[in-house]
């Protein structure tokens, strides 16, 4: 499975962006999709999930600011994030989990939020 994302940027406080990631490979495979985040000197988060039958779970720190969709074949996860934060300044990436236990991630995509 190959990850590939995109649209991440630089935003002032209050504006949104949103957050693309397609998968290509054995996607039958995939289980479920994430997006993570890293900012410097903090652990890696785990930001937002959607399995393969739509269920959805956020992190607590971008409730009802952050919304994940994708397809149920598993081929896209998108993260719409609005009312972006400083505190959101971070790596994203995409992540994706087969039935098998299998993880894979994209390269990575930067989000600054100026204040």
């Known amino acids: 499975v190959q990850l590939v994302e995109s649209g991440g940027g630089l935003v002032q406080t209050g504006g949104c962006l949103r957050l693309?990631?397609?998968?290509?490979?054995?996607?039958?495979?995939?289980?479920?999709m994430a997006w993570y985040r890293q900012a410097p000197g903090k652990q890696r988060e785990r930001v937002a999930i959607?399995?393969?039958?739509?269920?959805?779970s956020y992190a607590d720190s971008v409730k009802g600011r952050f919304t994940i969709s994708g397809s149920n074949a598993m081929n896209t996860a998108n993260l719409q994030m609005n009312s972006l934060e400083p505190e959101d300044t971070a790596v994203y990436s995409c992540?994706?989990?087969?039935?098998?236990?299998?993880?894979?991630w994209g390269q990575g995509t930067q989000v600054t939020v100026s204040s």
């Open positions: 992540n994706a989990r087969s039935t098998a236990g299998q993880s894979y």
């Open positions: 693309s990631c397609t998968a290509s490979g054995s996607i039958f495979s995939i289980d479920y």
């Open positions: 959607i399995t393969r039958g739509g269920g959805t």
